[in-house]
């Protein structure tokens, strides 16, 4: 059963979701953490061999060939040794990371089909598609490769300092000595730059998004010779990107530079230190050669922390992305259950008003829709009508008042419900790759065959589909590519027609028919689905005739209600409308008339 309201546990840092997913193999993980101790570990033997082999070049008398050989012969060995732990290492956290992202990819399907319609009205396509794909393919590379590299890099300065420490203590602090003047100097620069990452990741995310935009539309930009025009959009962006990189390179690399120095730089402590003692007799000769041979090198994965933690803002930017999806929890809870009551009307809106922001849409739109009716909702463009769409289908709440479908309010229905009672058509029709069967059925199985006929024909494509030499078994491409803007309209009205609801709600669907068939659409549609009601939104005044109830919309308002022939002599606003029209399509017949006329003139 599919849930609809859902919560996110806001409370959850992104550290604490790359261990939730890596806690069902959190066996797996500590082998591999194991063998890079044992790494580690092995890190340290061919620095105390190089030690031996100076230690016996210096004595060339006592030496013997055999003990050099040893030496390299036990080097060549550590070195194996510690290459096969590390691929030991690696083999896991990469086995942990397929197994634990594949989940978590599955889980994300799971929940982003558990998430409500609302929901995916309000996102944006872009992020989404980033959510999915790069979000988790940098968690996956920081638990198949980061994580095993990371632990390594702050064990072995640890397992060094020890080894020194067990030489001299005052060695190993002197080693170390420079550490903290590293990081107080790099905090001197960069201790603004956390905010500062931070508006990277929100401009970047809105870069991406503009970029995918531009590249998308640029067939219909270059149409309209408008691409010059967005490039300057894209351009600002890039320009407000770069202009916030260049601050953090101003504030970053200075830092970052004197830090990396002064980590190289161990000796600079542990020379003098070293003179010191060996001149008060304190360490030996050999205890000092060996604890700089350790120390060669034991700050750089310092740097690689460093360097690591300074990068993680990508990763934990998109741990922050997927986690309100990812940790989504759905409750059972759902919207009572409509019943079709036939003492209420199926549909009401109920003075409503509508503002984006401080923009008034719709004020005080009031109307019934009652069961088994044709409803025509006609305006201009820009009156409010494709929002009087989103509202009627609970994609949209209102500003003030109430959309109820039979005494219930629309927003708050569950989308099993909403669909249940509802279909929807767009102006943008979502077509797939496969045949024309396939995009009308839509999944659906145990249609009959007179369903999918009988919509077939109230959605005026019976005659189309029969010219076509595979019919219902055409393919169609992604998006439907091969396709006119009015067959894509035809075959999402044929898919909502096969579903049978209560309401289907058509916005602007029927645009691209011409007046002749969108008439006989109106009358199949009322003569196939009788028990069905129907809301058409349109701009088109012709072909209303027969029209039961026709809303007037105008600048956000119902201004006027009746049949065609009322409207005629009670709406001055809906009378100029049809005559314009009406003008407009007389003018088009002749000029169709005189090309036909002058055509077969020519071909006698």
């Known amino acids: 059963m599919r849930v609809e309201s859902h919560e996110t546990d806001g409370h959850c840092s992104p550290w604490s979701i790359i261990f939730t997913i890596c806690a069902p193999y959190k066996g797996k993980m500590l082998i591999a953490f194991s063998l890079m101790v044992f790494v580690t570990l092995l890190e340290i033997v061919p620095v105390y061999l190089l030690f031996l082999s100076i230690q016996a070049l210096l004595n060339p008398l006592s030496t013997s060939m055999d003990l050099l050989l040893w030496i390299a012969a036990g080097t060549f060995g550590a070195i194996l040794l510690k290459s096969g732990c590390a691929m030991g290492a690696y083999y896991f956290s990469h086995q942990v990371s397929f197994k634990a992202l594949t989940e978590v990819r599955m889980t994300l399907a799971s929940q982003l089909a558990n998430m409500s319609l609302i929901w995916f009205s309000a996102q944006n396509p872009a992020v989404l598609k980033q959510n999915i794909l790069q979000d988790v393919e940098h968690i996956e590379n920081f638990i198949a490769h980061q994580s095993v590299e990371l632990f390594n890099a702050i064990l072995t300065p640890f397992v060094v300092f020890t080894v020194i420490a067990f030489i001299d ?46 590249v998308k539309n640029m067939p219909l930009m270059k149409l309209y010779n408008l691409d010059s025009e967005r490039f300057a959009v894209l351009n600002r962006k890039l320009g407000q990107y770069q202009k916030l990189v260049l601050e953090l390179t101003g504030q970053t690399v200075p830092g970052w530079t004197l830090y990396t120095a002064l980590l190289s730089a161990s000796f600079v402590c542990l020379l003098p230190a070293a003179i010191s003692l060996h001149s008060a007799q304190s360490v030996t000769t050999e205890q000092v050669v060996l604890s700089i041979l350790l120390a060669v090198g034991m700050l750089n994965p310092i740097i690689k922390v460093s360097r690591f933690f300074m990068e993680a803002n990508e990763l934990l930017a998109g741990v922050k992305r997927i986690t309100p999806i990812y940790m989504a929890r759905f409750s059972n809870s759902s919207s009572a259950p409509v019943k079709a009551d036939k003492k209420l009307p199926l549909m009401q809106f109920h003075n409503v008003d509508f503002a984006y ?16 009716s044709l409803n025509i909702i006609v305006g201009a463009s820009g009156n409010g009508k494709s929002t009087l769409a989103m509202l009627a289908c609970g994609l949209l709440s209102p500003s003030s008042g109430k959309v109820q479908l039979f005494g219930q309010d629309v927003n708050l229905l569950s989308d099993s419900v909403r669909s249940q009672f509802m279909s929807v058509v767009t102006q943008e029709c979502y077509l797939f790759e496969g045949t024309l069967r396939d995009n009308i059925l839509f999944g659906r199985s145990h249609v009959s065959p007179d369903g999918l006929e009988r919509a077939i024909m109230a959605a005026q494509i019976k005659h189309w589909i029969s010219q076509l030499p595979e019919g219902l078994e055409t393919q169609v491409q992604v998006r439907g590519q091969n396709l006119s803007g009015g067959e894509k309209q035809r075959i999402a009205i044929a898919r909502a027609l096969l579903a049978a609801p209560p309401l289907v709600i058509l916005d602007e669907a029927a645009a691209a028919m011409d007046n ?3 008439s006989k659409f109106y009358q199949a549609i009322q003569t196939y689905y009788p028990s069905t009601t129907f809301l058409v939104i349109t701009h088109k005044y012709l072909g209303l005739e027969s029209i039961g109830q026709i809303l007037v919309l105008k600048e956000g308002k119902i201004v006027s209600q009746g049949t065609h022939d009322e409207l005629l002599s009670s709406c001055d606003y809906y009378r100029r409308s049809w005559l314009l029209q009406h003008s407009e399509g007389e003018q088009q017949q002749l000029v169709k008339g005189s090309s036909d006329f002058q055509s077969i003139n020519y071909e006698a």
């Not at 929100?202 to 991406?208: G, R």
């Open 516 to 518: 002749v068939t969108q």
């Open 357 to 372: 922001h401080s923009h008034q849409v719709l004020a005080d739109v009031h109307f019934k829709l009652v069961p088994n």
């Open 169 to 214: 203590w005052r060695l190993a602090l002197s080693t170390v000595a420079v550490v903290p003047l590293a990081f107080f100097i790099s905090s001197l620069f960069m201790y603004k730059t956390a905010g500062q990452y931070e508006r990277f990741s929100l401009v970047s995310e809105d870069l991406t998004t503009t970029l995918s935009d531009y």
